[in-house]
């Protein structure tokens, strides 16, 4: 940045920043927030916070590993409603933003409210269509009772549907699938804790005319070898099994199978047994005398028999059982070693590193522009102070967040597409205030919270498209903490010093062209500098994690290069700085050739990193149609910026013939 | 490698030789090869997603293949390009000739050389995995053991007297000595321990063996004992590429007494379930083709086969294997999954497959990959070198940066 006053220039460069933020934010916000009114649930109550304190570390086993519920919750939301938090209004007039736990706890506890709740995100209105519900908008959100009409059709659509290709479904029979497989999930809570209060009715009981009385299922487990002996002696006898022991049997069943898919929370004694069980498994487990503990499972039952029927006499004993029940599972599962991470991953969750780091590169952002625009002043300097300052605590809080979830994971950060974001993101602001260290010219501090903002906005957006829980753990073939933190890690950082070089050639290219930097050869100088060392640095990063991972793959399967499309896309990075580096050392590019094709090494990495990924192997299928789309977008981008700079440097040497021209004549 | 200086005084014009050396060892060529490969490497990644693997490499990489259109989508894209073995070549010379021989040397110019003769390294490493390792497979089921691993892709014929219901003195004609053999071609083989020696001709990659009252010959086909040889193409995986290691491959044979009497053809087919047996002299000989049989120097015994999935899913943790190698009179338990291959004796075994004898035994089996690859950790030991080569390069660059004190104070 050149010592000169505000000039018109800077503005427009300005202007120009902040529309396109504005586009990155209104899209963000038209992606998370789909068309449609806050809805009604009558007489809404909310969970008290320390209600939800209480519930939040509840240990549950699930995508292989052992999470909170909270965080269960959230991904579980995350999938079927497509974000973390629900707006709906009780009726009178008050709206209530529901959090994941208090979203659960409704389904599982209040299903009556639960079911009004819109839950399912449709991106697709024609699978509403299809099993003949009317449509509320081409996107919208729809409760269980919205779309409990259809449920029939639902099923027979999706059995077709399942027998179709993956790759040659259309967009409605696939969010068809979707649907029903969601819908299938939610069955599977709402009617989780349904053995719990309804128990069993006791057919034939009644007295006086009262109804029949009921039991609890704890109550037949603990007789459950008498109810044995009672079938095997009618089965010895030649008699059928006495109807009102077969109504009964059939209830236990019915009550078992309703939570025996969702909810894997109690963990067995024995610690041979690495599977965790739900309510339903040991109901059936007891029942048929197949339990090598069935006092602890009995024990288990009459506790969520009690918390689920103890909300009925206020939310404070409700909360106290929930206690008891939490400790309870707690403690086993401590005895079992596992479960350590639990209250570490709540308040991972709590914190929302990555949302604040945001805000905190957000503000970086702002006070960037601020920067450029006064240039070399005391404004100038203020607005750096404040870049610097949020750029620094945004960065900050990326590598606690990264550091938890190493811990969490018990793994290296990068094992999944969202960890490579996150990473990249953190890493690249990291490389930027290194040059800035280096440089000093506030070129690399103004881009470092940029990229920042827009890597954490792309990691929301991926994880809010995937659904998953990145931190479940790996496949065995990925499963080495060596080669993911050799090779992974490399290569990762190498793509972060692609795109750092990249955008910092585009920086240049809009300085230039724009004629913003007043001609200041020093600063251009700088910036190339720093866009060659960033080149080395990606070459030699990307070179030996590309054969790190070839040594990897020799060292696992036996061979060293198979020409998978993700190894193809390392070699590339590879290939087109070697290309860049020795085009320079031959004179072939200069200043102008080495920031364009700079910028064309983010089309390269996004291609390795990104979209690759699309070729072969699919993701979510929300996940795939966003991420593709923010590929396309993302090279029409690079496009534009390389047209820019070929018009800019075409006019230049233009503007520049003349002068020479002239000079030669003098 | 420098680019020549305007400054540069006039120099006497250089020879052809000098001239072709300038270019094969430039910048330019270096630039445009790297380019070129770039594109290459590009259009095989899209193009192998519609085609397959196989076919992809063999258009872009194979050394026969001089010129290429790519596909994008099944459309031809109008840009020739020249084949990927060739631009390799020629990188390769590039890479010798301007980045050992021609570039300046001296200590500012050590870590590019450095780096660049890893590279060159580790191509090599590359030519010589390619060109000399072996590869095969040996599957067992719990408690079994096995010496033996078998190849993938060779077939060769077996030779062999039956003593006491085991094959003695077995000899192999390896499949080098056989797939030149196409029809017409015959080749006689010596068996000095056997009282016959055996002509072998008609060879064919794919064959089956059938029966011609079930399907009349097409064109002439040689029949022995009422069958003949039908060829078919590669065989296919799933996704439509070639399977070669599926193929059964088959050929016509003659026994040659000692007399030089010719016995009527008889068949050697991959796809046969018995061997052919023959009786001279109240001795018992079979004659078989099948994939050869790669002794190994030890024998492994499957103790135990685990498949550990994540608990609740169906997402593999580990696969195990735990063998037990034995040698001479020695045992050792050795565990091999996952990332843990076992390298033993310049082979190595990698958990490559498994799976369940039958349904209700619940016993496991489990395949290794056997390999045996004379560069098996040159890649390895050259990423040592380019590491270190660059290292020096870039940070002698930095340092320089750090030392012309071109950090700005303050504007």
């Known amino acids: ?666 | 490698m420098e680019p020549s200086s305007p400054d540069t005084p006039a120099k006497p014009p250089r020879s052809l030789a000098g001239r072709i050396f300038d270019v094969l060892s430039g910048f330019g060529l270096a630039t445009i090869l790297l380019l070129l490969m770039g594109l290459l490497t590009w259009f095989a990644t899209l193009e192998q997603v519609e085609v397959g693997l196989y076919l992809t490499l063999k258009k872009y990489f194979h050394w026969q293949s001089f010129f290429l259109l790519p596909e994008i989508k099944g459309k031809i894209v109008p840009l020739p390009l020249p084949g990927g073995y060739w631009v390799g070549a020629l990188l390769l010379v590039n890479l010798t000739l301007g980045g050992v021989i021609r570039i300046r040397k001296g200590w500012k110019h050590a870590g590019n050389l450095i780096a660049h003769a890893g590279i060159i390294f580790m191509l090599v490493a590359g030519g010589v995995a390619h060109h000399f390792s072996e590869r095969g497979n040996m599957a067992l089921p719990e408690g079994q053991t096995s010496d033996t691993a078998e190849d993938y892709f060779e077939y060769v014929v077996e030779v062999a007297e039956i003593t006491d219901g085991k094959p003695r003195d077995i000899h192999v004609i390896r499949g080098k000595h056989l797939t030149d053999l196409s029809a017409g071609h015959n080749r006689l083989f010596r068996l000095p321990a056997m009282p016959f020696d055996l002509e072998i001709g008609g060879y064919l990659r794919n064959a089956l063996p059938v029966a011609i009252t079930e399907r009349a010959p097409a064109s002439n086909e040689l029949v022995a004992d009422g069958y003949y040889l039908m060829s078919r193409p590669d065989e296919v995986n799933d996704r439509g590429e070639p399977a070669l290691e599926a193929n059964t491959a088959a050929c016509y044979g003659r026994i040659v007494d000692r007399d030089g009497t010719k016995s009527t053809p008889i068949i050697l087919a991959g796809a046969s379930f018995h061997p052919f047996t023959i009786e001279r002299d109240g001795r018992t000989f079979t004659l078989d083709m099948r994939k050869r049989l790669w002794p190994m120097p030890f024998t492994v015994q499957l103790d135990e086969f685990i498949a550990d999935f994540h608990p609740g899913t169906s997402r593999p943790a580990k696969f195990i294997s735990k063998i037990t190698r034995i040698e001479h009179d020695s045992a050792a338990k050795v565990t091999i999954q996952m990332n843990e291959p076992m390298r033993y004796e310049g082979l190595t075994f990698f958990q490559a497959s498994y799976g369940s004898q039958s349904s209700n035994s619940g016993q496991m089996f489990s395949v290794f990959e056997v390999v045996r690859n004379p560069a098996d950790k040159w890649p390895e030991y050259s990423l040592y070198v380019v590491t270190f080569g660059m290292l020096v390069t870039f940070l002698t660059k930095f340092g320089g940066y750090l030392a012309a004190g071109s950090r700005r104070k303050k504007p």
């Not at chain 1, 529309?19 to 969970?47: C, H, Q, S």
Request: charged share 20%.
């Open chain 1, 1 to 666: 940045m050149t010592a000169t006053r505000p000039s018109t220039g800077r503005w427009i460069a300005a202007v120009l920043a902040a529309a396109g933020l504005a586009t990155v934010f209104y899209n963000l916000l038209m992606d998370n927030m789909p068309k449609g009114e806050v809805r009604e649930v009558e007489n809404y109550t909310p969970w008290s916070a320390e209600t939800l304190r209480t519930a939040a570390p509840l240990p549950i086993q699930d995508g292989g590993r052992i999470k909170p519920l909270s965080t269960y919750a959230g991904f579980t939301m995350l999938r079927l409603h497509g974000a973390r938090s629900m707006k709906i209004e009780d009726g009178k007039g008050k709206e209530y933003k529901l959090k994941p736990t208090e979203w659960l706890l409704d389904i599982l506890f209040r299903p009556q409210l639960a079911i009004h709740q819109p839950t399912f995100r449709i991106d697709n209105s024609a699978a509403i269509e299809a099993i003949g519900i009317e449509p509320r908008g081409k996107r919208d959100r729809y409760s269980y009772a919205d779309l409990s009409a259809g449920r029939e059709k639902l099923g027979e659509l999706a059995q077709t549907y399942s027998g179709i290709d993956s790759k040659e479904r259309d967009p409605m029979q696939t969010q068809v699938l979707d649907l029903a497989s969601n819908l299938r999930a939610y069955e599977g809570l709402l009617g989780w804790f349904s053995f719990a209060r309804n128990g069993v009715t006791l057919a034939g009981s009644s007295e006086n005319g009262a109804p029949d009385k009921r039991a609890e299922i704890s109550s037949l487990m603990m007789v459950a070898e008498t109810l044995q002996q009672q079938l095997e002696e009618s089965r010895a006898a030649g008699r059928g099994i006495p109807e009102g022991l077969q109504n009964l049997l059939q209830q236990v069943l019915d009550a078992a199978n309703y939570a025996k898919n969702e909810l894997f929370i109690l963990p067995p004694s024995d610690r041979s047994q690495d599977q965790w069980k739900s309510a339903g498994n040991v109901i059936m487990d007891t029942m048929q005398g197949k339990s090598k503990e069935p006092e602890t499972y009995i024990a288990d039952i009459q506790l969520l028999e009690t918390t689920a029927r103890s909300l009925g006499g206020g939310e404070a004993t409700f909360r106290e059982n929930l206690a008891k029940l939490r400790d309870r599972l707690t403690q086993r599962a401590a005895d079992r070693g596992e479960a350590k991470s639990v209250s570490l991953e709540v308040a991972y969750y709590q914190r929302n590193w990555f949302l604040n780091a945001l805000v905190f590169f957000l503000i970086g952002t702002l006070a960037t522009m601020a920067m450029w625009t006064f240039g070399y002043n005391r404004a100038g300097l203020i607005s750096a102070w404040i870049t610097t300052a949020a750029t620094a605590a945004g960065l900050i809080y990326c590598l606690i967040a990264i550091t938890k979830r190493c811990i969490i994971m018990q793994r290296p950060p990068v094992g999944n597409l969202y960890d490579t974001i996150i990473f990249i993101g953190t890493t690249v602001v990291l490389l930027a205030l290194i040059v800035e260290w280096l440089t000093r010219r506030r070129f690399a501090l103004g881009i470092a919270p940029i990229l920042g903002t827009a890597l954490i906005v792309l990691s929301r957006r991926f994880e809010l498209g995937d659904g998953a829980d990145h931190m479940d753990p790996l496949v065995a073939v990925l499963d080495s903490n060596f080669w993911l933190t050799t090779h992974v890690i490399t290569i990762t950082l190498g793509y972060s010093a692609g795109l750092l070089a990249a955008f910092l050639s585009s920086a240049y290219i809009l300085l230039r062209g724009l004629d913003l930097d007043g001609g200041d050869r020093d600063l251009r100088r700088s910036f190339t500098r720093a866009v060659y060392g960033m080149i080395c640095v990606t070459l030699f990063l990307s070179l030996v994690g590309t054969v790190l991972g070839g040594i990897w793959a020799n060292y696992s399967w036996g061979r060293f290069w198979g020409w998978d499309p993700k190894e193809n896309g390392a070699l590339l990075i590879c290939i087109w700085t070697l290309a860049i580096l020795h085009a320079r050392l031959g004179g072939y590019i200069r200043e102008w050739g080495l920031h364009l094709s700079s910028i064309f090494t983010a089309v390269i990495v996004t291609f390795s990193w990104w979209h690759v990924n699309f070729l072969g192997v699919g993701l979510h299928n929300y996940g795939f149609t966003a991420g593709k789309n923010t590929i396309w977008a993302f090279y029409a981008a690079m496009a534009v910026i390389l047209a820019a700079g070929f018009v800019a440097m075409a006019v230049e040497k233009n503007r520049r013939a003349p002068q020479s021209q002239a000079a030669a004549t003098d």
